[in-house]
């Protein structure tokens, strides 16, 4: 089964600078497709899954390693690495309702060196799926984004980094670090 977790509110922006945590030597990215839901509900059919669907963008999910890895490490709970201010950076979102997008390349650039790259069908679990699942867990609603896993290629990144995020047919993110 899927693993979920939440960020809080703040996580979220749309802005184009980061500034990366003091609290952390090692922040991590992870490029993910996101997908923003219409509407919600309990106890969703998979079948019925994508009359949720809103639209997508792209996402990069933002994770201190270091204090993720320590806090497993004690049995701690590590929402703190994951949840924080700008944690959750996304693209526009591109209006795709009731569509489940297909075979589209996503990829990742530091620096204009390639980090991340393959297909949105190679995730583990698909977009229906997720939302049924999720919607088994807790009630969704519209407005909640998804952001729905990564790609082999997590990676640090540092002040002065330059990311460029891409999920083909929904958009393009780009980033500085600070």
């Not at 959750?88 to 990742?108: A, C, F, H, M, T």
């Not at 969704?140 to 290629?153: H, M, N, R, S, V």
């Amino acid at each position: 089964e899927p693993f979920f977790f939440s960020k809080v509110p703040e996580s979220v922006t749309q802005v184009d600078k980061i500034l990366i945590p003091e609290d952390t030597a090692n922040l991590h990215h992870e490029v993910e497709l996101v997908v923003c839901l219409k509407k919600g509900g309990m106890n969703i059919d998979v079948d019925a899954a994508h009359q949720c669907i809103f639209g997508y963008a792209v996402g990069v999910d933002l994770t201190k390693r270091d204090i993720q890895i320590n806090s497993k490490d004690k049995g701690h709970p590590w929402e703190s690495a994951k949840s924080f201010d700008q944690s959750g950076p996304i693209s526009e979102i591109k209006k795709r309702e009731n569509e489940v997008l297909g075979n589209k390349n996503i990829s990742l650039l530091i620096n204009d060196e390639e980090k991340q790259n393959s297909s949105v069908n190679n995730m583990v679990w698909g977009i229906e799926e997720l939302i049924s699942i999720l919607s088994k867990k807790i009630i969704l609603k519209p407005g909640d984004i998804l952001f729905t896993g990564t790609p082999a290629g997590v990676g640090k990144i540092n002040r002065g980094d330059f990311l460029e995020a891409y999920i083909e047919e929904v958009g393009k993110l780009e980033l500085n670090f600070d």
